[in-house]
Each structure stands twice: as structure tokens, then as C-alpha cells.
């Protein structure tokens, strides 16, 4: 069946069911791949955002905790406090996107119980957080954000004005140098106070307050420096316990003061810090865990989703393999199939057809050659005819000689034959008259006969008187001596007799030997006449035969002619077969380069059936053509005056016709030439 | 001329010479009734081949002998000259008349002792009683046979028997 499909539907046919396997493959995959996409969609659009969102809501919450932690820290500044209530709000912001989003996502059972209990914890945080966050904003109102700090600071600085003070009560009672301290600008507090700003008023109004004494304090150290290097201990002293101290003293209780602040900052810190690390902590930690329970929940989820997916894709990698290997071992297997029947079917046919163009090709060199043997033949054969014609010619002077002839000799045995008849009638007559010398010998030895007959018997009557005689005894003497005499005389006449009887039969003998010559002779003249006759007759029936000779000769000279044009048409056909045959061998070869081309598109360019008759044919083209030349040449020479065969001028229209035969025969010899690039060409484009 | 009805040694006497198959024979001439020419010889059937038959001679019924087969010699047409001899003898029996069929007659010849030879032997195994004697006449020579002799015993009685049948 598939055989007998044609080479389109074949293909066809193929395609399609290569298609469908693609189709199928592909359906195979698709459909994997969507019910992957539907678990990635889940996974995305679900567990993932859920998990996002669930992540999200920790991170936030993780960053309001890092938040609030990093409020607690006293070191910040004012930008950076502002940063971290954005980052709050921020983090809130993107909580309660997460919060709507996972709040939005499908959830089970155990997720959704989840979330309520989540989001309960989370309300309740927020309550914590928002106290917490008021304490912040009070301590933001106090303005010290790190009490702790200022308070170091503080106490660094009364710690530096009580050394300070020592030193110079050091100077004053030891001596030695003192180093710095005279410019309140160089002074930590001095350089700190410089640059100090706060809102809170109650501290603006004691580094306000401050100012002044601090600076009378370090001018009052400077002098004491120089009451010290001008030796002006009591100046200096003075200075000291005058000045000094109580600057000191001064600035010192201002800077309690401000400790005062710092002081109630510090409580709210501490405040902020138990609520944060208790009751935030806590709720924290329980909405944390509540999400983290929700976050495993969701991992889990999202985990059997991953996995399920991982193994659903397993699966539909395995099916997408089998049936990309099934598709491709279809495929291969059918397009093998089909090529190979195909490239068979397609090389048996170019084998056959290369077997065809190849015999085609010898056949029509054989042709050429046959055709060419035939114009050959033909020309012998005009050749032949001339020669048939002048025999003829001979022939029928030589038929009118022997009719003339023939007729003489009717004329010359005419008269033999009268004389014969003569002759025999006079052969007749003496046969008569011998005939009738031997009746009349034959009457003549009847009577001899009877006389010796009687001689017989009178010899017997003597023998038996001898006989009586000599029984009579004497008596009988006489009668014996009677008895010899009577057959003595008995022996007598049968002696004459028998000479008689001899002559008679010697001239009957010889009559007979007349007869009998007679009768030769007679015979012989009968024979003659015969003869004669016979002759007479032969030549009648010679001048006949030559009338029929000259008439049949007549006859064959129209048919040498016949012949002749005959010849002349064989030679105009042998040279048209000729040139068929050139076609046929032109047609072979192109046949042969079409059958290269095929097999070219078959094989792949390695393979080429060689071209093997082009020579050949042109070779045998050439030889015709020279071959016809030749037989034009002796055509046209003039036979010596055979005018049975010159049918006037058609001999010579009939040469100018082949001459013109051989001008195309020519050409066409020549395009085989021309054939054979056009061949190539055609072939390159390939 | 001696007359002798007797034979004696003396063979001496007139012979009727005949012919037969080129060879002239001799037959005594008193044992010689006539001669007469060839006549219709009438046949009789269960009789050897050399007797011919019989003839009706004035009446009388004759046996008649073909000598040439008698003699064993081959048989020969009839012609013209063909004589049958008609001879007496005398048999173991009595006198027979018979005749004999010969070629030619010739002559009756006077034969005188001197010119008659005895018969040669040929052996001991044939006979030849029946031959008298050879005589010479003109150079030629005759066998003179002993017609008593010539048919033997057992032919003569044949012969009778023949001239009984007929």
C-alpha cells in the first residue's frame, strides 16, 4: 500500500505524520509544562508571595524591633532618629501591604487559625510598639538622645574642671606645669557647649548659663597660669581658691542641672528599653513565633509544592523524554524508511535508466553504423546496377542475334526436313520393295522348307528300308543297295535344298539387312525429320525465347531502374537514418547527463554515472558523414551513356536533394558539440 | 552282308547312327524296327522324367524315351529333326517295343571289327554294360550301345508298368 502511493502524498503523508509527532511531543510537553506552570503559579502566585509576605511581615516587624533597638541607642542623632521613625513608617507601610497581601492569599485551615491568632498577637504588639514609640517621641521631646552620652560627657567634664582644679591646686602646692586649660575653646566643654544644640530648653538655659562661668573659669586658669609663670603663687592661689573653684563650682551645678535632664532622659530610655525588652519583646516574640509557625506552614506548603512540582516535572521530563525519543526514533525510523525507499526506488530507476541511456546509446551507434553500412550497400548497389544495365544492353543485342539466328536455322530445318521427308518417302518405297524380295524369299524358303521336309522324310523311308533291307538280310540286298540310293538321292536334293535353303536365307538375310537398313536408314531420316522438326520447333520456340528474352529484358531494365530510384531513395533514408541515429545518440547523451543530474540529487555530488557515448556517437557522426560524401562523389560522376538509369534531370535534383540532406545531416552533427556544454551549464546551476 | 540274329563278339554289322547331344551313338540296325519323325507324345503322369510318354504308332501304344535325360545329359527342345527310334529288345521279361527320342538320325553305317574298340574303363563303380563298343567311322567316333543294356532292368519294368497304366 505504501508503495503504490505517489511520491507526493508519500511525502506528504510523511510530513504530516512527522507533524503529529511533533504535535503530540510537543502536547506531551506543553501539557507538562502547563500543569508545571500551574504548580509554579501556585508556588509564585501562592506559597512564594505567601512566604514573601510572611517574610516581608517578619522583616518589617524585624525592622520596627531593629528600629525601636536602634532608638534605644542614645548615640543617635536627630536625621538619624527621623531615619529610623521612617524606617518605622516604611516598614509598617510595607507591612501592611504584606499583611493585606497574605491576608489576600488563600490559606488551609491550620495557616488561616494561624493568621487569626497572628494577627491578634500582632495587634497587640502594635499597642506595645506604639507606647513604645510615644516613649520614643518624649524622649525626643526632652531632647537628649543619649542621655548617657551627655552624661559621660558630664561628668567628663566636671571630671576635667575637678582636675583641672586639682592641677592648679597640684601647682599651687607642688609646682610644676600646667598644660592647657586657659582656652575654653580648647576645653572639651567649651568645644562641646560650641557645638551643643538641643531643644530642650532647661539644658539650652544651663549651657546658656554655663557659658560665662566656664569662661571666667579658664581665664581665671589662664591668669593663674601666668600669675604661675610670673611666679604669682598668691595671685595664683587667689585666682585658685577665689575664682576657680567657685567657676567650677559654678559650671558644675549647672551641669547638674543638665544631669537632671539627662537624668529623666535616662528614665525614659529605661522606660523605652522594659518596654521595649519586656512587653514588646514579648508580644514580639509571640507574633514571631506565631509567623514563624506560619512561615514553616508556608515553607512546608511551599516545600510539598516544590516537591510535588519537582516530581509532577520529574514526571513530565520523563514523559517529554520518552516522547521526544519515541517522536524522534518515529521520525528517524520514517523519514530512514522513506529515504531509503525512495533513494532505492530512485536508484533503480536511475540504474535502469542509466541501463537504458546506455543502450540507447550503443543501439544508436549501431544504428549510425547500420545506416551507414546501408548507404554503402546502397551505393554498391548503384554501382552493381550500372554494370546489371550495360550486361543487359549486351544481352538483348546478343537475344536479337540469336533470334536471327533462329530464325535461319527454322528456314535451314525446314528444308532439312523436306529433304528428310523426301528421302524417308523414298526409304519408304524401297523398304516396300525389299519387303516384298523377302515376302517372296520367305515364300521361296517355305517351299525350300517343304522340300527339305520331304528330303527328310524320303530319308527316314530310306533309313527304314535299310532297316527292312537288313532284316530281310540277302534277300534285301538289292533292296538295301535301292534304299542307299533313294537316300542318296534324298541327301542330294536335301543338299540343293539346303544350298538353296542357304541362299534363300542369304538373300534373306540380306534382305533383311536391306530391311533392316533400310529401316535404320529410314529410321535415321524419321530422325532426321525428327530432328528437324524438332529443331524447327526448338528454333520457333528460340525466337520465341528471345522475343520473351528481349521482353523480359525490357522488363528487367524497368526494373533496374525501378531499382535504381530505389537505391537512390535506400541512400536518402540510410542517410536519414544516419542523422536520427546522431539524434538519438545527442538524446542519449542528454538523457545521460539528466540521469548524472539525478543522481547528483540522489548520491550527493560524489557520485556521476561517467558520460561515455559523446565520443563514440560523434565519432561514427563523422565517419557517416564522410561515408556520404563518398557516395555523393559517385553518384554524381557520370556513367558512360547507361540512359536506363539517368531518369534525366531527376538524377541531379535528386543529388542536389541529398546535398542539401547532407548540409542538415552537417549541422546537426555539429550541434551535438554545442549540446554538450549546455549540459555542464546546466549541470553548475545545480 | 552277314545277317545275325544272334550277338557274338563279333560286333561287326550295320549300325543306325544317331546323334545325341553332339556325340554320334550306334544302334544296331536289326534291332531296329523304324524310325520315325517327332509326333505328339502323350504324357503320363507318375512316370519318371526321362520316358516321355507314349506314342500311337498305327495302333500299337509305345513307351517313348527321352535319351538325352535317360543319359543324364540335359534335356533339349524338339526340333525339326528330332526322330524317335523305334527299337526291339528283350528285357529280363519279354520283347519290348519302345522308342527312343533322339537329336538327328544319321546314316546306317556298315561297322567291320577292325574298326570297333572296346568300351575303357572308368573304375569299378560305373558301368558300362550298356556300351558294346566304341567304332571309329571317318574319323569320327561312335558309341555303339547294347539297346538290351541301354534300359536297365528296373527301367524296363517301368517301362511295362507304363504300358500297362496306359
Sequence with gaps: ?686 | METNGTMQLNRAGKYLTFELKGEIYGLEILKVQEIIGLMNVTRVPKTPDFIRGVINLRGKVIPVVDLRLKFMMESKEDSERTCIIVVQFKSAAAAMTMGIIVDEVKEVVNIENGQIEDTPSFGADTNTDFILGVGKVNQKVVMLLDVDKVLSYGDATLMEQTIEQV
Design chain 1, 1 to 686: 500500500m505504501f508503495k503504490n502511493m505517489k511520491l507526493s502524498t508519500k511525502l506528504t503523508g510523511s510530513f504530516i505524520l512527522v507533524a503529529l509527532i511533533t504535535l503530540g511531543v510537543g502536547m506531551v510537553s506543553w501539557y507538562g509544562i502547563s500543569t508545571l506552570n500551574s504548580h509554579v503559579h501556585e508556588i509564585g502566585e501562592v506559597r512564594i508571595p505567601m512566604k514573601d509576605s510572611v517574610n516581608t511581615i517578619i522583616n518589617n516587624l524585624i525592622n520596627i524591633k531593629v528600629a525601636q533597638r536602634t532608638l534605644l541607642d542614645p548615640t543617635l542623632s536627630k536625621e538619624e532618629r527621623q531615619r529610623q521613625y521612617d524606617n518605622v513608617e516604611v516598614a509598617r507601610k510595607n507591612y501592611k501591604a504584606a499583611f493585606d497581601a497574605y491576608d489576600a492569599l488563600p490559606k488551609n485551615e491550620e495557616a488561616a487559625k494561624q493568621w487569626k491568632e497572628f494577627v491578634a498577637a500582632v495587634d497587640a504588639w502594635k499597642i506595645e510598639n506604639n507606647k513604645f514609640f510615644d516613649l520614643t517621641k518624649e524622649l525626643e521631646t526632652m531632647g537628649i538622645p543619649n542621655p548617657d552620652l551627655l552624661e559621660s560627657k558630664m561628668e567628663r567634664f566636671s571630671k576635667d574642671h575637678y582636675r583641672l582644679t586639682s592641677q592648679v591646686f597640684n601647682m599651687v602646692e607642688t609646682g610644676g606645669t600646667l598644660e592647657g586649660g586657659e582656652d575654653p575653646t580648647q576645653c572639651a566643654l567649651g568645644k562641646w557647649m560650641a557645638t551643643y544644640r538641643t531643644e530642650n530648653p532647661t539644658l539650652n538655659n544651663a549651657v546658656q548659663a554655663i557659658l560665662e562661668p566656664h569662661r571666667k573659669f579658664h581665664e581665671a586658669v589662664k591668669q593663674f597660669k601666668l600669675a604661675m609663670a610670673n611666679k604669682q603663687k598668691d595671685k595664683a592661689v587667689e585666682l585658685a581658691t577665689k575664682e576657680m573653684a567657685p567657676l567650677s563650682a559654678t559650671v558644675i551645678g549647672f551641669m547638674e542641672t543638665m544631669l537632671g535632664e539627662v537624668g529623666k532622659a535616662q528614665d525614659t530610655i529605661h522606660k523605652m528599653n522594659a518596654q521595649l525588652m519586656t512587653n514588646c519583646l514579648e508580644k514580639q516574640t509571640i507574633a514571631l513565633n506565631i509567623l514563624a509557625k506560619l512561615a514553616e506552614n508556608t515553607d512546608a506548603l511551599t516545600k510539598d509544592a516544590v516537591k510535588s512540582a519537582a516530581q509532577y516535572s520529574i514526571r513530565a521530563k520523563t514523559m517529554s523524554v520518552i516522547g521526544i525519543i519515541l517522536g524522534t526514533v518515529l521520525a528517524l525510523t520514517l523519514g530512514l524508511f522513506l529515504s531509503i525507499t525512495l533513494s532505492r526506488q530512485l536508484n533503480q530507476i536511475i540504474a535502469y535508466l542509466l541501463g537504458c541511456s546506455e543502450q540507447v546509446a550503443s543501439a544508436s551507434g549501431q544504428v549510425a553504423q547500420s545506416s551507414q553500412q546501408m548507404a554503402e550497400g546502397a551505393s554498391e548497389q548503384a554501382s552493381s546496377l550500372e554494370e546489371v544495365s550495360s550486361s543487359l544492353e549486351e544481352m538483348a543485342s546478343m537475344t536479337k542475334q540469336n533470334a536471327d539466328s533462329a530464325k535461319q536455322t527454322n528456314a535451314t530445318a525446314t528444308e532439312a526436313r523436306v529433304g528428310a521427308e523426301k528421302g524417308s518417302e523414298v526409304m519408304r518405297r524401297m523398304a516396300g520393295a525389299i519387303d516384298k524380295i523377302k515376302s517372296s524369299s520367305d515364300q521361296t524358303a517355305k517351299i525350300l522348307k517343304t522340300i527339305d521336309e520331304i528330303a527328310f522324310q524320303t530319308n527316314l523311308l530310306a533309313l527304314n528300308a535299310a532297316v527292312e533291307a537288313a532284316r530281310a538280310g540277302d534277300a534285301g540286298k538289292g533292296f538295301a543297295v535301292v534304299a542307299e540310293e533313294v537316300r542318296n538321292l534324298a541327301m542330294r536334293s536335301a543338299e540343293a535344298a539346303k544350298n538353296t535353303a542357304a541362299l534363300i536365307e542369304e538373300s534373306q538375310k540380306n534382305a533383311d539387312n536391306g530391311v533392316k537398313v533400310s529401316a535404320e536408314v529410314a529410321e535415321i531420316l524419321n530422325q532426321i525429320v525428327a530432328g528437324s522438326q524438332k529443331v524447327t520447333q526448338l528454333s520457333a520456340e528460340v525466337s520465341a525465347g528471345s522475343i520473351e528474352q528481349a521482353q523480359g529484358i525490357e522488363q528487367v531494365n524497368v526494373a533496374v531502374a525501378q531499382m535504381d530510384k530505389v537505391t537512390q531513395s535506400n541512400a536518402a533514408n540510410a542517410e536519414e537514418s544516419a542523422s536520427a541515429s546522431e539524434q538519438l545518440s545527442v538524446q542519449a547523451r542528454e538523457l545521460n547527463d539528466m540521469v548524472n543530474v539525478l543522481v547528483q540529487i540522489v548520491g550527493g555530488s560524489g557520485s556521476g554515472a561517467g558520460l561515455k557515448t559523446s565520443a563514440a556517437s560523434t565519432h561514427l557522426a563523422g565517419d557517416h558523414g564522410l561515408m556520404t560524401h563518398k557516395m555523393e562523389a559517385r553518384r554524381d560522376s557520370p556513367a558512360p551513356g547507361h540512359s536506363l538509369l539517368r531518369q534525366g534531370n531527376g538524377g541531379s535534383r535528386k543529388a542536389a536533394q541529398r546535398k542539401g540532406a547532407l548540409a542538415t545531416a552537417g549541422s546537426r552533427i555539429s550541434r551535438p558539440e554545442e549540446v554538450i556544454p549546455l549540459g555542464d551549464d546546466d549541470l553548475k546551476e545545480f
